[in-house]
């Protein structure tokens, strides 16, 4: 038997999950809906009607996401199809754009799945979303959802629909997992092409106490001593084919690094400073940990020529590029920016914090540094 509590408030360190208020039209009006073609009106009214009606039932969640460094709703969560029989449930959310790809909706929905697994007594909770949308994908593999399959022209628009899950079984078989990595839970890594930053963001965090951990220099180890197992940038590939491939390899090799009984993460906070690492390759064999944050940085954002121009402007005799021929270097410049473009969209992906440090790039790895240090 279900123990259904209603719209009860949520918090997370950046959220609070509450009930509509007709005092919060405006903010969502501004913060979700200026697109639709709706007035303020109309979606004052839809709430007043679908959701405050429904705060009477204790079987109905219908929550407001509300961003606590701002004050206002910045999206919306809510539980379809309850059945007390099966006792399932399907999510749906939606987020203003302005907040998109920041973990936001992960973090939110994260904090849900806990509330009807731990205090509800869910046994299955689903989610859906179009085949045109897959970012929203990246927000159920995040928390652990496993895709079931495709509804073919499900949607309202007639196209296909992507359905994902997790029973209760899974939620608490990774929370156990993740209890036992509990020390880990400060571990960083920092992700991204040379010269972005990476290093310098490193230094930055060592400052607030975390141990340092280059697994360039592991993968550097490997490239001299064992170039069979794959970890070598120097193989005979194309720059994307190598990215690829040693990515694979070095993240479950950084998993086994943390889980190892001869870890000192448990104590110290660790960053991990890692050039190849895809966010595919982390979602696959290291988002599960419920261990490390991650964050990526590139240079997407810019041609092949703004990022040689830059790397000129910047380069002193303690960098490598420094010595590179200025063919070498260019063509170094076209790698890294086609990496970066990758690395952008697959961050978009999987909803995981990516930055540009083209530009601006002290104030920009200052606020990444902030935001890692709030968690």
């Not at 190598?242 to 870890?263: D, N, Q």
């Not at 290291?286 to 121009?309: K, M, N, P, Y």
Request: charged share 25%; hydrophobic share 35%; aromatic share 10%.
């Amino acid at each position: 038997m279900l123990n259904h509590k209603g719209t009860i408030t949520l918090e997370t360190e950046r959220l609070i999950l509450r009930c509509f208020s007709p005092d919060d039209a405006d903010a969502m009006f501004n913060n979700l809906h200026t697109k639709t073609g709706n007035t303020i009106e109309t979606v004052c009214d839809f709430f007043c009607k679908n959701w405050l009606e429904s705060y009477s039932s204790l079987n109905s969640y219908q929550w407001v996401i509300v961003l606590k460094s701002l004050g206002e709703p910045i999206g919306t969560l809510r539980a379809d199809m309850v059945d007390d029989l099966r006792r399932s449930l399907e999510l749906g959310y939606e987020i203003g754009e302005k907040w998109w790809h920041q973990g936001i909706m992960t973090e939110a929905v994260r904090c849900a799945v806990q509330f009807f697994f731990e205090e509800v007594g869910l046994n299955r909770i689903s989610a859906r979303h179009n085949t045109t949308n897959p970012r929203s994908g990246g927000v159920l593999i995040n928390i652990g959802m496993s895709r079931e399959g495709v509804l073919r022209q499900a949607s309202r628009t007639g196209c296909d629909v992507v359905l994902y899950a997790i029973l209760a079984e899974d939620y608490f078989n990774g929370k156990a997992s993740a209890a036992s990595t509990a020390g880990n839970r400060n571990n960083l890594i920092i992700a991204g092409v040379p010269r972005a930053g990476k290093t310098t963001l490193c230094r930055m965090l060592m400052r607030h106490g975390y141990k340092y951990i280059s697994m360039d220099a592991i993968i550097a180890g490997f490239e001299k001593c064992y170039p069979e197992t794959g970890i070598n940038t120097y193989q005979d590939l194309s720059s994307m084919e190598t990215l690829h491939t040693v990515s694979g390899k070095i993240a479950p090799f950084i998993r086994a690094m943390i889980e190892s009984e001869y870890s000192e993460c448990e104590v110290d906070r660790a960053v991990f400073d890692v050039y190849q690492l895809l966010p595919a390759d982390y979602i696959k064999h290291l988002a599960s940990l419920d261990c490390v944050q991650a964050h990526w940085i590139g240079s997407s954002d810019c041609t092949e020529d703004e990022r040689f121009d830059t790397l000129k402007a910047n380069d002193t005799e303690q960098h490598y590029t420094f010595y590179k021929s200025e063919s070498e270097l260019r063509e170094g410049c076209g790698y890294i920016v086609e990496q970066s473009r990758l690395l952008k969209r697959e961050c978009e992906k999987y909803d995981l914090p990516y930055s540009d440090t083209t530009y601006n790039r002290e104030a920009v790895l200052n606020a990444i540094l902030a935001k890692l240090l709030q968690g």
